[in-house]
């Protein structure tokens, strides 16, 4: 089983930015916990992160040659990007999307995702452990498949 791990604009500046939202770890050791998790499952990573929304739609088009499932924060982009939506849409393959805070807590414009409706299922505000949440998810519906 092998798992794309994209990460959107600005989750870059993890352990750096808004700690009081996003907690004091990095994307690095964020992924590194992501790896045990995947390891104890028999599960393969890669990690993807991009500030460019071209370059996420990019990955996306190609993942379901070489993934079994995809886990998504798309950040910012998950409240505007439909170029990223239609990509998830129009994958064969689940779509976990995952987020660090819980962004129906969050502003207004925060609480209205465009990935969700095309996402296997949506994972938010659990903070790091909302990524390990989501491979959890990602490696059981893509081994239903």
């Not at 990690?47 to 379901?64: R, T, W």
């Amino acid at each position: 089983m092998k798992i794309l791990v994209i990460n959107g604009p600005n989750l870059n500046l993890l352990g750096k930015r808004e700690k009081n939202v996003y907690g004091a770890r990095t994307l690095k050791e964020i992924n590194k916990k992501m790896l045990r998790v995947a390891g104890e499952k028999n599960a393969e990573l890669d990690f993807f992160q991009s500030n460019h929304e071209g370059e996420i739609v990019d990955k996306l088009g190609a993942a379901d040659k070489s993934y079994n499932a995809v886990v998504i924060n798309p950040a910012a982009y998950t409240h505007t990007s439909v170029a990223i939506r239609d990509a998830v849409a129009a994958l064969d393959i689940p779509v976990i999307e995952v987020h660090i805070s819980n962004i129906y807590k969050r502003e207004e414009f925060r609480h209205k995702s465009l990935i969700a409706p095309v996402a296997q299922g949506q994972v938010s505000g659990f903070g790091e452990y909302s990524y390990i949440l989501g491979l959890l998810a990602a490696i059981h519906t893509a081994g239903n498949k």
